[in-house]
């Protein structure tokens, strides 16, 4: 059982309870304007280039047998949809600038990782996360490791948008302890035009998850000009108050560092309009959801 994993951070301390490992798969059906890992979106693995590290010396261009790589006095020019991924070219650079983002692992050799820090988990109350991209976009490697992880007791948290099968939901959740849920937009059709994908799914899988019983906490990143607003906070609340199973609600606060990085896979920034809140914007959305009668609140 292999699967495309664009990282593994041993460490963590954002990504659910305690110490965690938080595994990056690749793949993921939405495509928020805003996203944080557009390295994660496709399911393949890609090549990447950072800018500011080329010195121009063009042994990328020398190397690579597809002319990905047009390299002059005046800048450097990439074609990402000619390359193979042979990694020739990043062997080739002196300058670290190119890369591969994606690599397949199979569950073993992702958990002999994960494995290594069970004495933080276990003294910290973490361990495992499996993120993305989207989690659940490779479903059926998601399971096997969150399988092998509970066979090590060691305690298992997904991230994910809520898209995905239901009959996968269905199948995954008594292997998970915990649910880092995304609720990204209220409003259907504001949905679609800033994620990229209906509600609907989205809806049916955060009930079937509520109804089994399983634990979550709603994740809400909040987009200034593009997601943020009264009716949003409300049903924020509204949900959080309805579910005693939604232990709690992260306010995840915008942050640009999607932006550098679609120029890195040769993509364009989409949220362009948004803007990093200053902390006492942050604190007014919390101290409202607070006064609407929410307690369960922190920052993600
Ligand atoms: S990875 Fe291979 S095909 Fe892709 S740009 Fe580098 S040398 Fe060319
Ligand atoms: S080999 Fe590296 S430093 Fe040289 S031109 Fe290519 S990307 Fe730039």
Redesign the pocket.
Known sequence: MKGTVFDIQRFCINDGPGIRTTVFLKGCPLDCLWCHNPESKKLKPQLS?IKK?????????EVCEYDV?E?TEKG?KIDYEKCVLCEK?VE????K??SIYGKEMNVEEVLSIVIKDKNYYDNSNGGLTISGGEAMSQFDFTFALAKSAKKREIHVTIETSGFGKSEDFDKIEPYIDLFLFDYKVTGNELHRKLTGVDRGLIDKNLNLLLYKGAKIILRCPIIPNYNLSHEHLESIYQLAKAHENIVMVEILPYHNLGESKVEQIGDGYAASEAYMPEEQEVEGWIKKLKEMGLQKIGRG
């Open positions: 280039f590290h080329c010195i121009l010396c063009g042994r990328c261009q790589h390299v450097h070219c080739a650079c002196p300058a600038a190119l």
